[in-house]
C-alpha cells in the first residue's frame, strides 16, 4: 500500500517555527511534484507550497519569506520548514503528491492530515 504520511504538526507560539515532514512509502517507482496545502476551521483547503521533483518551488503570497519547501529524493520526502508562524496559520496541514508504482501506473495521493495550532 503506497501513502503519504506527515508528521511535525504541534502547538507554537506566535513567531515561533516548526517544521512538517511528509514521506511517501510503500512500493513506489518514482515521485512527481509535491505540495502542501492547508485548511482553517470553516474554510476551503489552500495550496501552501509546491516543489517540482527537480526542486522548483512555488509559494502563495501569504507564506512567502516565511515557510520553505523542500525535498528529499532519495527518502522520498517533502518537509515544509515553518517560520514567523502567525495565528491565522493555524489549519490542518495536507501533504499531496503523484506516486509511479510502476512506469505507468500513478496515483495521485493526500496525507491524512496534520494540526498546527500557533496561539499563545
Known amino acids: 500500500q503506497v501513502q503519504l504520511v506527515e508528521s511535525g504538526g504541534g502547538l507554537v507560539q506566535p513567531g515561533g517555527s516548526l517544521r512538517l515532514s511528509c514521506a511517501a512509502s510503500?512500493?513506489?517507482?518514482?515521485?512527481?511534484?509535491m505540495a502542501w496545502y492547508r485548511q482553517a476551521p470553516g474554510k476551503e483547503r489552500e495550496l501552501v507550497a509546491r516543489i517540482t521533483n527537480s526542486g522548483s518551488t512555488n509559494y502563495v503570497d501569504f507564506v512567502k519569506g516565511r515557510f520553505t519547501i523542500s525535498r528529499d529524493n532519495a527518502k522520498n520526502t517533502v518537509y515544509l520548514q515553518m517560520n514567523s508562524l502567525k495565528p491565522e496559520d493555524t489549519a490542518v496541514y495536507y501533504c499531496n503528491g503523484g506516486v509511479y508504482i510502476t512506469a505507468w501506473k500513478y496515483f495521485e495521493l493526500w496525507g491524512q492530515g496534520t494540526l498546527v495550532t500557533v496561539s499563545s
Open positions: 510503500g512500493n513506489i517507482f518514482s515521485v512527481t511534484a
